[in-house]
């Protein structure tokens, strides 16, 4: 009687039941979520704008906020839900908005890529584009939390986390660069996951409607039914089945490195040796290692090569380079170090000279400058001061005897006609204007009289 009663109490903890919300205004909740035009189509374009650039930048803070400005979820769960309750209309309409929801983001992402400056691939972006058997759980542990806070009192911050955490819009945007650039990989890889997450998150919602009892709204054909049962079955493990792949291939890859590591940490200890490199040669099954320092034996070798089997790398055959192959090696790495050293001794000598043709081109301008403004003045100095015979510019660098000081000035040289009497105010206004027709800081006038 007591395991009864505590195996009760032990199951009420786990009751969700109680804290179900009304069934109707869930459902008239869910349905308004679902629909995509006006402001929410809107604010859609905005959040894959946002999303696409956070992943061009690679900023995790701005694609975590377009995840939660997105209203892409709606339509999702719309569809699980509709599935749920028997509501084809639903259905309908869930799809069609989530149809047109997704193309207009991948074209959002595709002209937001298209005319963006910055077309590197950024990790985040790559983080996209292959999705595994943790995507599938993701989305659909995802997916229930976020029907079960819908559907139940006290929903508090799960949504947003739900929307975080399911990660709609950067799959999308990454498809939307994968069309841009032209790389059909990261579209397929990306839209993939996309796929998942939509078809868990619609799995997830659809078991969350069936545990909280929902009420059919048409009466249930038991063969249809079946057919609509055995359909989502089918695609869920269509679904499935490349991400699984994906996850085999990530897993045998991690635990074969694992076991090489191991290998050459335990088999490969010996002091006096270092070993500074390996790598894997798949055309011919060779386990290169590169060592230096003290060599092994053949008999070592050979000895190693037999507990190669220990760490399930049998089907490969160790190469050990060491003595003066792995010196080559060595000497291989300070030659190309060398190279890289000249080379930037070369860039600075080559920005120096840059630098200095610069300079002597800004001289040469100058000097060619008040050549062409001597040119130029002649016809005005004829017809404002008819009593200058001559005038020419220079550049003028005056050094100071008691200083290191430098002064540099332009010379106006004016040769004025000794037959002509020029009175102070001619003089000044001749002195003023070419002051402000040279544009120099400082001007010296030296005039003579011939």
């Not at 298209?114 to 790559?126: C, G, V």
């Not at 139940?152 to 939307?176: E, S």
């Not at 409607?209 to 059919?216: A, C, G, Q, T």
């Not at 076991?259 to 050459?264: E, Q």
Request: glycine content about 6%.
């Amino acid at each position: 009687m007591n395991k009864t009663r505590d195996w009760n109490a032990f199951k009420d903890y786990f009751r969700i039941m109680a804290d179900k919300e009304d069934e109707t205004s869930i459902i008239e909740n869910i349905s308004k979520d679902a629909e995509f035009h006006g402001a929410n189509l809107w604010i859609l374009i905005f959040a894959i704008f946002i999303a696409s650039l956070g992943l061009n930048i690679n900023s995790t803070a701005v694609i975590i906020g377009a995840m939660l400005i997105s209203p892409l979820m709606g339509p999702i769960i719309g569809m699980g839900l509709a599935i749920g309750i028997n509501d084809f209309e639903l259905l309908k309409r869930s799809f069609k908005n989530y149809f047109i929801a997704t193309i207009i983001s991948i074209v959002t992402a595709s002209i937001y890529f298209f005319i963006s400056p910055f077309n590197e691939l950024q990790s985040e972006l790559l983080a996209r584009t292959s999705p595994t058997l943790y995507d599938v759980l993701i989305a659909f542990c995802g997916g229930a939390a976020g029907i079960v806070a819908i559907c139940t009192k006290g929903k508090g911050n799960v949504l947003p986390g739900v929307a975080i955490a399911t990660a709609l819009m950067p799959p999308l945007c990454t498809a939307g660069y994968g069309i841009a650039s032209g790389h059909l990989f990261y579209f397929l890889g990306a839209f993939y996951l996309f796929f998942i997450n939509t078809v868990f998150i619609c799995l997830a919602t659809y078991i969350g409607v069936r545990m909280l009892n929902f009420k059919h709204k048409r009466l249930v054909n038991i063969n249809k039914y079946k057919k609509v049962k055995r359909s989502i079955i089918l695609i869920v493990l269509l679904t499935m089945i490349p991400a699984s792949i994906i996850t085999f291939n990530i897993i045998s890859n991690s635990i074969f490195n694992a076991n090489i590591n191991r290998f050459i940490k335990t088999e490969l200890n010996s002091k006096g040796t270092l070993i500074i490199a390996h790598d894997i040669v798949p055309e011919t099954h060779i386990l290169r290692v590169v060592a230096v320092g003290k060599p092994f034996s053949k008999n070592q070798i050979k000895s190693i090569q037999k507990k190669m089997s220990t760490y399930n790398l049998s089907q490969y055959n160790l190469q050990i380079v060491q003595g003066s192959e792995s010196d080559s090696i060595m000497s291989l790495h300070k030659y190309v170090n060398t190279i890289e050293y000249k080379q930037d001794n070369y860039s600075k000598l080559l920005n120096e000279q840059s630098l200095k043709n610069e300079a002597l081109e800004e001289n040469l301008n100058g000097y060619q400058h008040y050549e062409r403004l001597g040119y130029d003045m002649r016809k005005q100095m004829k017809i404002l001061f008819p009593f200058v015979r001559s005038f020419g510019f220079s550049n003028f660098i005056e050094t100071l005897t008691d200083t290191t000081i430098q002064k540099r000035y332009v010379i106006a040289v004016i040769d004025i006609d000794k037959k002509s009497h020029v009175n102070k105010i001619d003089k000044k206004k001749l002195d003023e204007w070419i002051k402000a027709s040279a544009k120099a800081d400082s001007v010296r006038i030296i005039t003579t009289i011939k």
